[in-house]
């Protein structure tokens, strides 16, 4: 079915979670938004005067994801490039590029994703000689899975100049700092339009087959560059499929920059511009070393370059923001947003909606200030889903007590912070009701939150984050984003009995959703809706 944003549709006979009505199972779309939402009976009303009904069959209707923090290119060049993410050994790696270098003849560059040697029983990166015996000779660039370090054979480095004289370059290391951007510079040149706008579109098809009806596309020229930018809002504009909201990391120090920010199509000086770096990396700057390396990481900006950007986006009505991962990055850029409000106003601060991406080491000062300054915390659960835990890698570069502190999304809600839930994809994988369960079943018990609050981040959270208030929730006259999902019984699941009781009662009218238990099945996406219109159906349904 392709209909328009202008049809009128009644979709019936389901689960509409809404909390307009908490017992709908009918809803209606007219001009691209929600008309109205009620029950069964209601809906009789309303059959002979829309273009089409649609029989929900007992299928669950709800907000489309937002997905908060997405890389749209190098999400799609892992889908159709080479993904490490699934290796076991460094052997089963190498002999993945063996025979990814055999299927791509015909490129420049080989371009791969995903691997982390410390899964691996070898817990090294494969060596530079390895991976020139692997290709063949021809030039190939991998970022380590947190993409903040890199390995590449001998053919892409010599396609930069004096590559050995710059910081973070090492012999059979892997790359980092600004020999890892050059690097990584050169591989994404290679790069042909076609190529990205394959990886684009194949990016974005898989975003609306998993019920993500938004993405926030977090860039920047440490990132990726501003043609792959413009390109992919050009065609996010022109071809159905999610909506994408560019944030642009560049600096700002007056109205010419926000100008020039606003004139790319972003929305924001934000995403990923770096505080720091990642603890997967040893990059993240914290206050005491790391466990397993004597040294604190990497600093990128200090408080007196976040309140420069912070003031100069606030007074040109610019939303800023930072990557921020380390306990010392997050200090930092606490205090320049502290420093921007004495300047401008703490209400003008507040009103701009700043962001940080990730937050993950924090202290009760640090969400206090969070709260204070109305920052969105941009996060991403399956970050701890991944390496949290006792075992994990965060406990192994910080050591247990430090990593247990990682990623406290109980303490950021009851402080009142906004969340905004992401994948930062292709780091993890897009996955919304995967991030949903890693939130409300952290690793920490006592992070974890409900599944409501979670799927609120994960929907709502992401439209606020962008300044938007009347979106992301199934009630009249909000965007027709929406997704149906086969899903098994609905439930209010909280984490523990800390939460009060009233709410996991079917009497107080809290709309269920799935039961994300560990081991049970996720919802299946039937179809993802944007704008009113149709951008994804499940074949064969």
Request: with cysteine; proline share 6%.
């Amino acid at each position: 079915m392709t209909e328009t944003a202008h049809r009128t549709v009644l979709l019936r006979g389901g689960d509409v979670h809404s909390p307009a009505d908490p017992f709908a199972t009918a809803m209606v779309v007219e001009r691209g938004h929600v008309a109205w939402v009620g029950s069964e009976g209601a809906a009789d009303a309303f059959a002979s005067g829309v273009d089409e009904v649609i029989d929900l069959e007992g299928a669950l209707v709800t907000p489309a994801f937002t997905d908060a923090h997405v890389h749209t290119t190098a999400t799609g060049l892992a889908l159709t490039g080479l993904d490490l993410s699934g290796a076991r050994t460094l052997a089963e790696a190498l002999e993945l590029v063996r025979a990814h270098s055999a299927a791509r003849p015909g490129d420049q560059v080989l371009l791969g994703h995903g691997w982390d040697a410390t899964r691996w029983p070898e817990q090294r990166p494969p060596t530079r000689a390895e991976l020139d015996e692997a290709t063949g000779g021809r030039p190939l660039y991998l970022p380590r899975i947190d993409v903040h370090s890199a390995v590449a054979t001998s053919a892409l480095l010599d396609r930069v100049p004096g590559i050995t004289g710059l910081t973070g370059y090492h012999q059979d290391q892997p790359l980092t700092a600004a020999a890892h951007h050059a690097v990584r510079a050169a591989a994404h040149a290679a790069v042909t339009p076609g190529q990205r706008a394959e990886a684009q579109r194949a990016a974005l098809r898989h975003a609306a087959s998993l019920g993500i009806g938004t993405v926030h596309e977090c860039a920047g020229p440490e990132i990726s560059d501003e043609a792959d930018f413009t390109a992919l809002l050009a065609l996010a504009a022109e071809e159905s499929g999610p909506r994408v909201v560019g944030y642009w990391a560049e600096a700002v120090s007056g109205e010419k920059d926000a100008r020039r920010i606003r004139e790319l199509g972003a929305v924001g000086a934000a995403g990923d511009l770096f505080a720091d770096g990642s603890l997967g990396s040893h990059t993240a700057c914290l206050h005491e070393p790391y466990a397993d390396a004597g040294h604190t990481g990497t600093a990128h900006l200090d408080a007196a370059a976040v309140a420069a950007h912070v003031t100069a986006c606030t007074e040109a009505g610019l939303q800023a923001g930072f990557h921020a991962i380390g306990d010392a990055a997050v200090g930092a850029v606490v205090e320049g947003v502290r420093r921007a409000a004495e300047t401008v106003g703490l209400a003008r601060v507040r009103a701009a909606r700043h962001r940080v991406e990730h937050a993950e080491m924090l202290t009760p000062e640090t969400i206090a200030a969070f709260a204070e300054f109305g920052l969105t915390a941009s996060v991403q659960p399956a970050f701890d889903a991944a390496w949290g835990g006792e075992d994990g890698m965060y406990a192994r570069r910080l050591g247990a007590e430090r990593a247990r502190t990682l990623n406290p999304y109980a303490a950021l809600l009851r402080a009142g912070v906004p969340l905004a839930f992401g994948s930062d994809s292709p780091v993890t994988p897009l996955d919304p009701w995967g991030t949903v369960r890693a939130a409300a079943f952290h690793r920490t018990p006592e992070h974890r939150i409900s599944v409501r609050a979670a799927f609120t981040a994960h929907t709502r959270g992401g439209w606020r984050a962008t300044g938007r208030d009347d979106a992301g929730i199934l009630v009249p006259g909000a965007p027709a984003d929406y997704a149906v999902w086969r899903t098994g019984e609905l439930v209010v699941q909280a984490p523990d009995d800390r939460v009060a009781r009233w709410s996991t009662d079917p009497r107080s009218g809290t709309p269920g959703l799935p039961d994300l238990t560990p081991g049970r099945d996720l919802p299946v996406c039937l179809r993802t809706v944007v704008g009113g219109r149709t951008v994804h159906v499940r074949p064969n349904e």
